[in-house]
């Protein structure tokens, strides 16, 4: 870490600058923020960077082998295969944490990998937000590739529109104004114009769909697509068309490479970024040390379902053993310091794919407690999602 940069940034912090921070992204969005951001970002060294982008062109570098690929198929429950799938997702999010070799060196260590989208528009508000309020040096960047806020955003909505106009291009999503992810979708629609539609208001006519805006129906090209359908299959939500129709549409990105690049690819990456992690329905014989383990779901989202502290009897109990993973847990180095404390961090390298992949901006997410999230994190202050600011190559 850049301890010189994090000593200035704590001394230089009040809580006034933060409010202020809050109630003017709140002002901003409507009050569209939901999730709590942490009161820093993280500063990061040239050499930890360079290991980050290092670890995720070697995970994107096992993702794009064709064993993988063909392996990923079987991901996919039979009742949810879309039509129409792209030879790649156009987004990719690549999660790590970040652990110590034994030499004392840092070590990136993946965590979850996503084929569906993430955050981007509002992490690139974020990030200039962060700028406004606090003390950030100049030759440090949130972003790769020499992108800035203004290239990215243009890269952003070249993806999203390709040679659509906006209103034929959607942003989908079950009832989007109750998402806690709300926030990115008014910001995706201000930067490009891309309205949030809930799956349930969509209209189809033969292989074509549609939207009414203003009473006016209004044609479909390209789906923006944040859907996930175990959440429409858990809520039993009908919808106006068949998950499986073959329909005049473009899908960014796919809603396949939700499961085909997911914890289910977990077991099938080999590497020294990736902790040792099995197929639950493989295993003969359990790890004899089970409390060095996590278990995870292969069809959850947002962190449901794990289980950390494990024994053999937890196990056993499970019937459908094909749908979890036991992944060796990684033993986060406290990265963060901050009034009462250090923080884990855990980095989310995050990827546009047109043509090729482009490593495009990150996402961070802190803890205190055993796991990320608010319910392992109770009155603890410094924690929350923000973002990682890097030397400017």
Known sequence: MNTEIREKYNRLFKEK???????????????????TISE??????????GELVKASEKILSEIRKDSFLKNSNNAIPENLVVANEDEHPVFL??????AKTEDGKFLPQLIELQGFPSIY???????KKIREHFFIPENFTAYYNNLNFESYLNLFKKTLLGNSAPENVILLEIEPEKQKTRIDFFLTEKYTGVKPVCITDIIKHGRKLYYKNNGKEIPIDRIYNRVIFDELIKKEIEIPYNIKDDLDVTWVG???WFYKISKYSLPKIKSKYSPECYYLSDLEKYPD???????????????SGVVIDITKDTL?????????ILQKKVDYVPLIKTPNGFAKAEIRMMYIWNDEPVLVNNLLRTSKGKMM???????????????????KV
Not at 17 to 35: A, C, P, V
Not at 40 to 49: N, Q
Not at 316 to 324: A, M, S
């Open 17 to 35: 600058n933060y409010k202020e921070f809050l109630e003017d992204i709140q002002k901003e969005t409507n009050n569209r923020l939901d999730f």
């Open 40 to 49: 820093t970002p993280l500063f990061l060294t040239k050499e930890l960077t």
């Open 93 to 98: 999010q690549i999660d790590f944490g970040i």
């Open 121 to 127: 528009a509002y992490q690139a508000f974020l990030e």
């Open 254 to 256: 796919h809603p396949n």
């Open 289 to 303: 040390d089970l409390e060095n383990y996590v278990l995870k779901p292969l069809f959850s989202f947002a962190g």
């Open 316 to 324: 056993d109990k499970i019937k459908d053993k094909e749908n979890f």
């Open 373 to 391: 999230g608010v319910d392992f994190n109770k009155n603890q202050t410094w924690i929350g999602s923000n973002t990682v600011f890097h030397p």
